[in-house]
């Protein structure tokens, strides 16, 4: 993985945009179990979804024998859904998102944890990328426009501390949560992103902000990001403590 200089993770000139904050942190999630993303993965989802376990979207043969059933839930449950993409969700239901009251934490291991709003964050340096997004269950969406924020101008005012090695992204659909490396984090194609297709995310896909990393597979890309907490080693994900893989890169291991 490439090296990164802590120094260059300079304040912006927003600074003093940053409201500094001292509330409680998240409880963390344990447990870390590898295996095989491709083929455990794919079982272990269509297992939950057999057993009911909040799937909201099949593929074109599922949907075919289910559309009566499943149209309505569509039409309630997702509304601004783009062509090609299937949501999933773990409760049942996505969270919303008020722009007068939303704010992202960012804390743990940092010299000064801060609450941003929704304009605060779209004050930092914008960052566009145009890259594809690929499920482990075996579907894709090609040239997917993004647009949001680097994690090195996103960090630079929080200043990590030195023994800050991972970020852990915690979900308003609680107890979504996923983690990566600090130099993951750092890859130049990986963002916050809070537009896609050059308009506002929409809830079904994780307004007001996710995660993009397109070098993995989507379940990598927490939506509906509300916290954002830097840690010395990654937390196992959702997905991680069921037995998929915590290194979810396309095609195997990165490097």
């Not at 590898?34 to 043969?61: E, K, Q």
């Not at 566009?128 to 994690?151: I, K, L, P, Y």
């Amino acid at each position: 993985m490439a090296a990164y200089d802590r120094r260059a993770l300079k304040a912006p000139s927003l600074n003093e945009a940053v409201s500094p904050t001292d509330s409680q942190e998240v409880d963390a999630l344990e447990g870390n179990t590898r295996g095989d993303v491709r083929r455990y993965g794919r079982r272990t989802f269509l297992l939950t979804t057999m057993a009911g376990f909040s799937s909201l979207f099949w593929g074109n043969a599922v949907w075919s024998q289910a559309s009566k059933i499943v149209l309505p839930i569509v039409d309630v449950l997702a509304p601004g859904l783009r062509p090609g993409w299937r949501i999933y969700a773990i409760s049942g239901h996505m969270p919303t998102f008020d722009r007068r009251t939303w704010r992202l934490r960012i804390d743990g291991l940092v010299e000064r944890p801060v609450e941003l709003t929704y304009d605060q964050l779209l004050a930092l340096p914008r960052a566009e990328q145009v890259s594809d997004f690929h499920c482990v269950t075996g579907w894709s969406v090609d040239n997917v426009h993004w647009a949001g924020v680097r994690f090195r101008d996103l960090l630079a005012a929080v200043r990590p501390t030195p023994d800050a090695e991972a970020l852990t992204f915690v979900s308003a659909e609680r107890p979504y949560v996923d983690s990566l490396t600090l130099d993951e984090a750092l890859l130049p194609d990986v963002m916050l992103a809070y537009e896609m297709d050059g308009e506002p995310l929409t809830r079904a896909h994780g307004a007001p902000v996710r995660l993009v990393i397109p070098e993995m597979y989507g379940y990598k890309g927490v939506k509906w990001v509300e916290q954002i907490r830097l840690a010395p080693v990654p937390e196992a994900g959702y997905w991680e403590q069921r037995g998929w893989e915590k290194d979810a890169w396309i095609g195997g291991k990165h490097g």
